[in-house]
T-cell receptor
Framework: DQQVKQNSPSLSVQEGRISILNCDYTNSMFDYFLWYKKYPAEGPTFLIS?????DKNEDGRFTVFLNKSAKHLSLHIVPSQPGDSAVYFC????????????FGPGTRLSVLP | EPEVTQTPSHQVTQMGQEVILRCVPISNHLYFYWYRQILGQKVEFLVS????????KSEIFDDQFSVERPDGSNFTLKIRSTKLEDSAMYFC???????????FGPGTRLTVL
């Protein structure tokens, strides 16, 4: 039962261009979403979040867009840098869902110099 | 500076043996979690711990698993009789709210032979 989906297992982008990572969810009880970045041999680190009362949240080079009707969110990284190469996890939770986060399978981003 | 550390970084054990994974938060936090990631699969929620008791657990967290904070600081995950399928990266996660970003530790890689 994949409640959070990231349909692209990998993505390659040229340095300086925009990276767009997509995430879809099926559970309408989710109303809080996060993106985590994970380097090899390290734990996931929090990147950016968005609640369902907003449709966009921006933090520096990172912007997350939420389309509630489509149950879709995306992470935009612009401009992409080689140091952004990592696995990106989308995670979802909600006040009425529970205390845990449901993670997507991740997308491996490679930013090519 | 990391919010949480984990020991050991890698644990190799024989099937049927007991293992204890330790989590040391750097500062006081209210919520503690264990997640795991089997190689090549997504990050999965195991259990959440608040006010010195389990507040939520997944179906993965069966009777072979237990958690405690024996000294009010370290947070441990015990697996009583390990199985091959317990091999995974185990992440301790801490937070100040059940509805907010969570900080992951670096993880303990458990290998069951």
């Amino acid at each position: 039962d994949q409640q959070v989906k990231q349909n692209s297992p990998s993505l390659s982008v040229q340095e300086g261009r925009i990276s767009i990572l997509n995430c879809d969810y099926t559970n309408s009880m989710f109303d809080y979403f996060l993106w985590y970045k994970k380097y090899p041999a390290e734990g996931p680190t929090f990147l950016i979040s968005i609640s369902s009362i907003k449709d966009k949240n921006e933090d520096g080079r990172f912007t997350v867009f939420l389309n509630k009707s489509a149950k879709h969110l995306s992470l935009h990284i612009v401009p992409s840098q080689p140091g952004d190469s990592a696995v990106y996890f989308c995670a979802a939770s909600g006040v009425n869902y529970g205390q845990n986060f449901v993670f997507g399978p991740g997308t491996r981003l490679s930013v090519l110099p | 500076e990391p919010e949480v550390t984990q020991t050991p970084s890698h644990q190799v054990t024989q099937m049927g043996q007991e293992v204890i994974l330790r989590c040391v938060p750097i500062s006081n936090h209210l919520y503690f979690y264990w997640y795991r990631q089997i190689l090549g699969q997504k990050v999965e929620f195991l259990v959440s711990f608040y006010n010195n008791e389990i507040s939520e657990k997944s179906e993965i967290f069966d009777d072979q698993f237990s958690v405690e904070r024996p000294d009010g600081s370290n947070f441990t995950l015990k697996i009583r009789s390990t199985k091959l399928e317990d091999s995974a990266m185990y992440f301790c996660v801490i937070g100040d709210s059940s509805y907010n970003e969570q900080f992951f530790g670096p993880g303990t890689r458990l290998t069951v032979l």
